[in-house]
């Protein structure tokens, strides 16, 4: 059978653990779109495997998942002939600089994107953020806790980023209506300095993370994180990023699959992508107490309109392009065929 090898910068799924659905420590389902892929083109005649199972000379194609880390890859893509290189962009570039840069990506036969702008600019291959469609059965609206927030707590620096405003948040619903609020996540029981390199360096002192402000609505970490948004009836989602147009994470798609309505800050194009009926959108309010306000005061027939919505649209094509048979289907196509 012939191969191709798959590649990113976890070396947790190296030695084939990325087709491992045991091996992702994080989420629901997230290995799910990898594995397809490793399934579906098992049906074509060919062999997925990670990069590091064979030499490079006895692969037809190797797909990144993300500009390859040169103190982790476990080859130099240099050595890779160009025609065989492809690039997934998976994290954001905000968070991972390499994937912005252009000089950088050149270096691949054929590139895919959720950016837009990346799409239309330099004639990239669009690819969402893929996801395991699915839905849980809804709760009943009086049974619902008021609202949360899941992620972890993170900081940065760059222009657009959203982990402040998740902050913010936070605190308001700390501060003025606590018991309508659960926090969930990593890192919240501890003390993330933002600001100057000088400052975000405290972060790497262990006492120093122990010291500082306890969140009281915070929970702890989650194991099931759709089964625990579908007991909440809002989730405030927002990405990493309020300046990249397409990129759509699975945040908003794991509150649809649980029921629960998402307050959404992100993708500013995110209506061209999803109908504004499935969502709360949190540009449209001057302030937290406005926003809180509206949702506080929404009966229940509105809010099953919104249910009814999202439901519509994961039974729609609309949805497709954020599945994972959309995610194989275009590199199958890009790369195989």
Same mark, same amino acid.
């Given at each position: 059978?012939?191969?191709? @090898?798959?590649?990113?910068?976890?070396?947790? #799924?190296?030695?084939?653990? *990325?087709? !491992?659905?045991?091996?992702?420590?994080? %989420? =629901?389902?997230?290995?799910?779109?990898?594995?397809?892929?490793?399934?579906?083109?098992?049906?074509?005649?060919?062999?997925?495997?990670?990069?590091?199972?064979?030499?490079?000379?006895?692969?037809?194609?190797?797909?990144?998942?993300?500009?390859?880390?040169?103190?982790?890859?476990?080859?130099?893509?240099?050595?890779?002939?160009?025609?065989?290189?492809?690039?997934?962009?998976?994290?954001?570039?905000?968070?991972?600089?390499?994937?912005?840069?252009?000089?950088?990506?050149?270096?691949?036969?054929?590139?895919?994107?959720?950016?837009?702008?990346?799409?239309?600019?330099?004639?990239?291959?669009?690819?969402?953020?893929?996801?395991?469609?699915?839905?849980?059965? @809804?709760?009943?609206?009086?049974?619902?806790? #008021?609202?949360?927030?899941? *992620?972890? !707590?993170?900081?940065?620096?760059?222009? %657009? =980023?959203?982990?402040?405003?998740?902050?913010?948040?936070?605190?308001?619903?700390?501060?003025?209506?606590?018991?309508?609020?659960?926090?969930?996540?990593?890192?919240?029981?501890?003390?993330?300095?933002?600001?100057?390199?000088?400052?975000?360096?405290?972060?790497?002192?262990?006492?120093?993370?122990?010291?500082?402000?306890?969140?009281?609505?915070?929970?702890?970490?989650?194991?099931?994180?759709?089964?625990?948004?579908?007991?909440?009836?809002?989730?405030?989602?927002?990405?990493?990023?309020?300046?990249?147009?397409?990129?759509?994470?699975?945040?908003?798609?794991?509150?649809?699959?649980?029921?629960?309505?998402?307050?959404?800050?992100?993708?500013?194009?995110?209506?061209?992508?999803?109908?504004?009926?499935?969502?709360?959108?949190?540009?449209?309010?001057?302030?937290?107490?406005?926003?809180?306000?509206?949702?506080?005061?929404?009966?229940?027939?509105?809010?099953?309109?919104?249910?009814?919505?999202?439901?519509?649209?994961?039974?729609?094509?609309?949805?497709?392009?954020?599945?994972?048979?959309?995610?194989?289907?275009?590199?199958?196509?890009?790369?195989?065929?």
């Amino acid at each position: 059978m012939k191969k191709i @090898a798959f590649w990113n910068n976890y070396t947790c #799924f190296a030695k084939n653990q *990325a087709f !491992n659905p045991n091996a992702y420590g994080i %989420g =629901e389902d997230i290995g799910y779109p990898v594995i397809l892929l490793k399934e579906e083109l098992s049906k074509l005649g060919y062999i997925l495997e990670t990069l590091d199972m064979d030499s490079v000379d006895n692969y037809k194609a190797v797909i990144f998942s993300d500009y390859p880390n040169p103190d982790t890859c476990c080859v130099d893509i240099n050595t890779i002939p160009k025609e065989k290189r492809f690039l997934i962009l998976s994290e954001c570039e905000m968070i991972y600089k390499p994937n912005s840069r252009r000089d950088l990506l050149q270096m691949f036969s054929k590139v895919f994107s959720y950016n837009d702008e990346l799409v239309r600019t330099c004639k990239y291959i669009k690819l969402n953020i893929p996801n395991k469609i699915k839905k849980l059965e @809804a709760i009943g609206f009086d049974d619902k806790k #008021f609202s949360t927030l899941i *992620a972890g !707590n993170k900081s940065s620096i760059e222009k %657009g =980023e959203l982990y402040s405003e998740r902050l913010n948040a936070i605190n308001f619903m700390e501060k003025k209506h606590l018991a309508d609020f659960d926090l969930y996540g990593i890192n919240w029981d501890k003390t993330i300095y933002r600001g100057c390199k000088l400052i975000r360096g405290l972060n790497h002192i262990p006492f120093m993370q122990k010291i500082g402000k306890k969140h009281k609505s915070y929970k702890g970490k989650i194991n099931k994180k759709l089964d625990t948004l579908s007991h909440y009836k809002f989730c405030f989602c927002y990405e990493n990023s309020c300046q990249i147009e397409g990129y759509i994470s699975e945040k908003i798609m794991d509150c649809f699959f649980a029921s629960c309505v998402p307050i959404y800050y992100g993708a500013p194009n995110i209506s061209t992508y999803i109908p504004e009926d499935c969502y709360i959108d949190f540009r449209k309010f001057s302030d937290y107490e406005e926003l809180y306000n509206f949702l506080k005061s929404m009966p229940e027939e509105e809010y099953n309109k919104y249910l009814n919505s999202i439901s519509n649209f994961l039974n729609s094509d609309k949805v497709y392009p954020f599945s994972a048979q959309a995610f194989v289907q275009t590199l199958i196509k890009e790369v195989v065929e």
